[in-house]
């Protein structure tokens, strides 16, 4: 089963970084299929960014010019910058499953979940 390792939220004013990072472990044959979402305080959880298959990132539109995102094996970056209060959330690593010989395995699971503050 894979585990999920996230770390890098905090409190910040707005305006500033922070960076986020999630690890992925469990079978190293697997590439688990990586992806971050948030959940601000009352709303629905939202997709935020991932890798694609050909190493493209991909972004919601409110993030798109501010956030990278970046991958290298099972590690998932998300580099946060110009950040405004309305990024303040609960930001949560999910893997939804292994990429393994050439065969993709679906299993999901969420990361604990790091809360990012962003201050006025």
Known sequence: QVQ???SGGGSVQAGGSLTLSCSASGNPSCE???KWFRQP???ERELL???DP???PRYAESVKGRFTA???GNTL???MSRLRPEDSAMYYCKSSGCNRDGAYYPDAHWGQGTQVTVSS
């Open 4 to 6: 999920l390792t996230e």
């Open 32 to 34: 688990y299929d990586l």
């Open 41 to 43: 305080p009352g709303k």
């Open 49 to 51: 960014s991932f890798v």
């Open 54 to 56: 050909i190493g493209d």
């Open 70 to 72: 970046s991958r290298r």
């Open 77 to 79: 970056t998300l580099e």
